[in-house]
């Protein structure tokens, strides 16, 4: 529960609890009591629980990755391991899955358990075949129809985010950590950062956005200015950001990859707050335009760094403008969006960045992008906590 609380807040578990938990765990096996059965009325479903249970609980929620997860997933992880975490039988001999390496961990240490070279002074392997064939069968069932209460998933567990947790939890436990990408030169150390769509759409256009109902292109001296500082730089311009509050964070870089990067910021540093699932617009100092991105995960640190996982969106931004259609939208002022260009290697179609609650399947809107336009909103390919993001084609005139 200790270690539970400290996922919901999303802050660093110390080595010292893994190195309790661990021996707590073996002093229970060397009393030969492991498998005892005892009632914990602080559970939620199932009361029946024993030392070994008790340990995998923890264990498997430490190993799926929860700083990745909302409050609400975590809970509904939680709740899931107070039946599940029983079918996860701990040996001290190498368990037989096939061509994945064996699931290890050393009572001795102070990690969570993982997928890999078994190094320790007290090695323990973890038997997770019961608990991949749950997991398999469920979401087969509910790719089927089948609804999950009927799966004993709980009433508040709705489709399709349950299948897709279920699939997320599957490739925690019970499958080898992909290899990471094909990783990108290192240029420079220090990443600027600015979170929210109005901010993101003021330092990708480099200007501040006009509320009007006539799109004005940039002018020659902007697009100068934009391509060598990568934004517009005027005072006016700066006293605006600073009244709105858009805070250029300075961070610095960690790991980076083609399709993301890992992210500090030191304590010392001003920030705003971040949260798992929002926009965040990313721009490496070596660099001269941003980047958009979605915020994957949050770590902080005993210190007081924050470390981010950041996903980066494909497509190259340029700063847009959305209204509505219609005879109701006749005066309707434009609102900020974020194009995004099509990127055929990647399979990612072109995609406008907008705010939540502008998607309707179908739905016609105007668009400026460079030039006003009629599109029609196709899906949703990626939502956020204070975003949406949206496949589009583009209407003849």
């Known amino acids: 529960l200790r270690m539970f609380h400290h996922y919901r807040a999303y802050r660093q578990v110390p080595a010292r609890d893994w190195r309790n938990l661990h021996r707590a765990y073996a002093r229970a096996e060397r009393l030969g009591v492991a498998e005892q059965a005892v009632k914990d009325y602080l559970n939620r479903d199932v009361r029946d629980t024993s030392p070994r249970i008790a340990y995998m609980r923890a264990t498997l929620l430490g190993m799926c990755n929860p700083h990745e997860l909302t409050p609400r997933q975590l809970t509904f992880v939680a709740y899931l391991l107070e ?33 890999g070279a078994a190094e320790g002074a007290e090695l323990r392997y973890l038997d997770a075949r019961r608990l991949a064939k749950s997991l398999r069968n469920r979401v087969a069932l509910l790719r089927k129809g089948e609804s999950p209460a009927r799966l004993a998933l709980g009433e508040d567990c709705v489709q399709p985010s349950c299948e897709q947790l279920l699939v997320f939890l599957y490739r925690q436990w019970c499958q080898a950590r992909a290899p990471r990408g094909a990783d990108r030169k290192r240029v420079s150390d220090s990443v600027q950062a600015c979170t929210g769509l109005d901010a993101v759409h003021y330092y990708v256009s480099g200007r501040v956005f006009r509320v009007a109902t006539t799109f004005k292109e940039l002018t020659a001296r902007q697009r100068d200015e934009i391509a060598t500082f990568g934004r517009v730089s005027t005072r006016d ?72 996982g950041v996903k980066l969106l494909p497509g190259l931004p340029l700063a847009a403008a959305v209204r509505g259609t219609g005879v109701n939208a006749a005066d309707e002022k434009y609102a900020q969006a974020i194009a995004l260009a099509a990127v055929p290697a990647l399979k990612a179609p072109p995609t406008l960045v907008l705010a939540p609650g502008w998607f309707r399947p179908k739905r016609v809107i105007e668009a400026a992008i460079q030039k006003p336009m009629r599109v029609r909103l196709l899906q949703v390919v990626e939502r956020g906590n204070d975003f949406e993001r949206v496949a589009y084609e583009v209407l003849p005139d």
């Open 237 to 308: 311009e700066e006293d605006y950001s600073v009244a709105q509050g858009f805070l250029l964070e300075h961070w610095r870089l960690e790991d980076e990859s083609a399709q993301g990067l890992k992210m500090l910021r030191r304590a010392g540093n001003p920030g705003r707050r971040m949260a798992q699932g929002q926009l965040v617009g990313v721009r490496l100092a070596d660099a001269k335009s941003f980047q958009l991105g979605q915020v994957r995960w949050l770590l902080a640190t005993d210190l007081g760094d924050l470390i981010c």
């Open 83 to 115: 039946r599940w975490a029983e079918k996860v039988e701990i040996s001290s001999a190498p368990v037989a899955e096939g061509e994945l390496p064996s699931l290890t961990v050393d009572l001795a240490g102070e990690r969570c358990a993982e997928r």
